[in-house]
């Protein structure tokens, strides 16, 4: 079994920069694809971007491209989201998952992922 934490949420101003960390315990980490999701009040959890095993490619939705970056380090379990120039429409709890499945492709439905963290708040204000 996969337990994963996020931290690194909180309050920060539009135009302002967070580091949310996924650590995981459990299981194999570097066997893993990793991805990050976020559900913003009233609305469904969204799929933000993902990362290869090998960390050498990323996806993101479009509304981030260019701002957030996703990256991991295997040695410490660790996924982590940078996210720049934050909008107020970033605001949500911020999810990290893991795809154990064999695909060699980044894949964004939420029921693909197996296990989920706890989820951690981001709130961007204007």
């Known amino acids: 079994q996969v337990q994963l934490v996020e931290s690194g949420g909180g309050l920060v101003q539009a135009g302002g920069s967070l580091r949310l960390s996924c650590a995981a315990s459990?299981?194999?980490?570097?066997?893993?694809?990793m991805g990050w999701f976020r559900q913003a009040p009233g609305q469904e959890r969204e799929f933000v971007g993902a990362?290869?095993?090998?960390?050498?490619?990323?996806l993101y939705t479009d509304s981030v491209k260019g701002r957030f970056t996703i990256s991991r380090d295997n040695a410490k379990k660790t996924s982590y989201l940078q996210m720049n120039n934050l909008k107020p429409e970033d605001t949500a709890v911020y999810y990290c998952?893991?795809?154990?499945?064999?695909?060699?492709?980044?894949?964004?439905?939420?029921?693909?992922?197996?296990?989920w963290g706890q989820g951690t708040q981001v709130t961007v204000s204007s």
């Open positions: 998952a893991v795809d154990r499945s064999q695909s060699s492709l980044l894949r964004v439905g939420l029921r693909l992922y197996d296990y």
């Open positions: 459990g299981g194999t980490f570097s066997t893993y694809i």
């Open positions: 990362i290869t095993r090998s960390g050498s490619s990323t």
